[in-house]
């Protein structure tokens, strides 16, 4: 299952959207990426146990400001056991409002292939996938974007019988970012995030807490190194760095790891 986000972008370059110039139209509609990454952090936490990704995506943004997409990862079966890959299908509406005002609102669904909490070892966990879905809407002004998503499902399967007091569908994200340019093709990006998560967990953490929500932040730097081919620097940290502190590999129980924490990681993306 690694090998679908290579395959993604042999598809693309095989079809008749690639090849066919009297396509022009639908071409420029559709981009891909591929993404290479020291460690795959997604909101404040590590889902590749501190190990590289490969990652890829597709993309389709009709002129009407409809649009639809496929982002795909390698993540590690470690944290999603029996899973090393995440599938994530989007699609919306993007509007512009004037010159400076834009607004988008969309929905997200989120797989991760063979994976079920039940192939933990050891063997006991109950029968729970940890797919989830998102409707999120967004704000943005210049470079600043505001945007809340809510989960319609529980969050990665967390509920009553995976550890959390109660369900936790209704649990929210706000993301503030920015993309400032600087000089010489530089780009800053700004981030803070708020995760809340609706119940409390069943039994407390490391530090005795049971309340599971945080707020992460991350400032980046990027800069397109040759054709079509750009190179970022992250900072991540987790304001509640001793929530997942020693977890427990699915794999193994012996193997822990801090999943929330400070992260520096590289990546290099080429684009088409």
């Not at 920015?178 to 803070?192: D, R, S, T, W």
């Amino acid at each position: 299952m690694k090998t679908l986000p290579i395959l993604l972008v042999v598809l693309l370059a095989s079809s008749p959207f690639a090849q066919a110039s009297d396509n022009s139209a639908i071409e420029k509609a559709v981009s891909a990426e591929v993404t290479l990454i020291s460690d795959y952090v997604y909101r404040g936490m590590t889902q590749t146990w501190g190990k590289p990704a490969v990652q890829a995506s597709l993309d389709y943004n009709h002129p009407s400001g409809f649009y639809a997409g496929v982002w795909t990862t390698t993540v590690s079966d470690k944290s999603f056991a029996g899973g090393n890959l995440e599938a994530d299908f989007s699609a919306g509406y993007s509007g512009v409002i004037n010159e400076d005002w834009s607004y988008s609102l969309g929905a997200l669904r989120v797989l991760y292939p063979g994976a079920n909490y039940d192939k933990t070892k050891p063997a006991g966990s109950p029968r729970q996938r940890y797919d989830m879905s998102e409707l999120s809407a967004s704000l943005t002004y210049k470079v600043v974007t505001l945007e809340y998503s809510q989960a319609i499902t529980d969050v990665l399967g967390f509920n009553a019988s995976t550890g959390y007091t109660g369900s936790t569908k209704g649990s929210s994200y706000i993301d503030l970012s920015a993309a400032i340019p600087l000089a010489n093709e530089y780009e800053l990006g700004l981030h803070v995030g708020y995760q809340n998560i609706k119940p409390d967990m069943s039994f407390p953490s490391v530090s005795g807490s049971t309340n599971p929500d945080y707020v992460d932040v991350s400032v980046s730097l990027s800069k397109p190194l040759w054709k079509n081919v750009k190179g970022t620097v992250t900072l991540w940290h987790n304001f509640n760095d001793d929530l997942f502190v020693d977890l427990p590999s699915a794999k193994d129980p012996a193997d822990t790891r801090t999943l929330d924490d400070s992260w520096i990681t590289f990546s290099l993306s080429a684009s088409f």
